[in-house]
């Protein structure tokens, strides 16, 4: 019998689906014990409604957010994990809640061509306007959420989208949890699919490319498919001796530390929106994640992520880091 050929969305299901299936106890330990373990970070959200470019109302503490990387080096090559998971605390955001959930997996092997995968979901943010956000702060029903993912090779992106209802009573911790109910519905039938082709020689992903803007050269520009949309990242990397004083005075970095600081857009290809956002980070911390980082997702407002080293367990990674083989 002929064999057939291996779609894009099965190399999908191999690269992350397979990861998000629960692993024994003592297999996650015997992995955690091996070299290139799991690096993770959590940050304190803090948020500001701008108006006229200035601060019209800033809240400390709205809610929370963690990154995680891993890099699984083996003979013929090394497969990179990245994960970011963030939200809302209701009870200090005045009721809004907004969470969401994105991983990535890159491989690089000798015997075949690069791959990529992805898979997120988040709530929707409908707000355009300042009237509309203040509007927001007395609503805590956000259950509507968008889902997506999507396989990588040279060339071109296959991807799935599906919106959908969760309870409104979810709380962003529960991500990683979330997760493989999510990845189901994603292969359920409606998705919406689509195939975009980038004529790229890599399969490039959002959290990758900001990874290889902090450590590559001082400026950086590439392309990358995220949420089945193709974007281009420009950025620039410098030293910056303010933030290095302001995160010493934290207690976040050494008073020695060498911060430097990335400045970059995400352009949006084909509607030519921009979001502007500013990265943080030690070039010696061995973790290889940012100490702080900022964007504005509206024009009407700033989100700060910073290091919350006050916070001293580990948070809940998905499933994708314990399986042994993605």
């Known amino acids: 019998m002929k064999a057939q050929p291996t779609s894009r969305r099965e190399v999908l299901r191999r690269l992350i689906s397979g990861a998000l299936g629960a692993w024994s106890a003592a297999g996650r330990t015997a992995w955690a014990a091996m070299p290139g373990g799991i690096e993770r970070r959590r940050y304190r959200v803090d948020a500001s409604v701008i108006l006229f470019s200035t601060p019209i109302l800033t809240r400390t503490g ?97 991807c799935h989208r599906l919106e959908f209802d969760l309870p409104p009573d979810r709380k962003w911790e529960e991500c990683a949890q979330l997760a493989s109910d999510v990845r189901r ?5 409606g998705c919406a699919a689509a195939e975009i082709q980038t004529g790229e020689p890599e399969p490039n992903t959002f959290l990758d490319s900001v990874r ?68 943080w980070f030690d070039p010696d911390d061995p973790s290889g994640l940012p100490l702080c980082f900022e964007f504005r997702p509206r024009s009407f407002l700033r989100l700060v992520f910073e290091w919350d080293r006050r916070v001293t367990e580990a948070p809940t990674v998905s499933s994708l880091f314990d399986k042994e083989e993605v």
């Open 212 to 279: 290889r803007a902090m450590y590559g050269a001082e400026r950086h520009e590439s392309t990358f498919v995220h949420n089945a949309k193709r974007y281009r990242l420009t950025a620039r990397r410098s030293a910056d001796s303010a933030a290095a004083l302001r995160l010493a005075a934290k207690g976040l970095t050494p008073p020695s530390a060498l911060v430097q600081g990335l400045n970059a857009t995400i352009t949006e290809i084909a509607s030519g929106s921009s979001t502007p956002f500013q990265v």
């Open 185 to 189: 519905r994603l292969e359920e039938p």
């Open 62 to 158: 709205v809610g929370g957010a963690y990154l995680a990387k891993q890099q699984r080096t083996r003979e013929d090559g090394h497969t990179l994990l990245l994960e970011f998971a963030a939200g809302s605390w209701p009870e200090r955001a005045h009721g809004v809640r907004r969470m969401g959930l994105f991983q990535e997996v890159q491989e690089r092997r000798q015997d075949r061509p690069p791959r990529a995968a992805f898979f997120g979901f988040m709530t929707s943010s409908p707000e355009k306007s300042v009237v509309e956000a203040r509007r927001s702060l007395t609503q805590s029903n956000f259950t509507h959420y968008v889902g997506v993912t999507g396989a990588g090779s040279p060339g071109r992106f296959e």
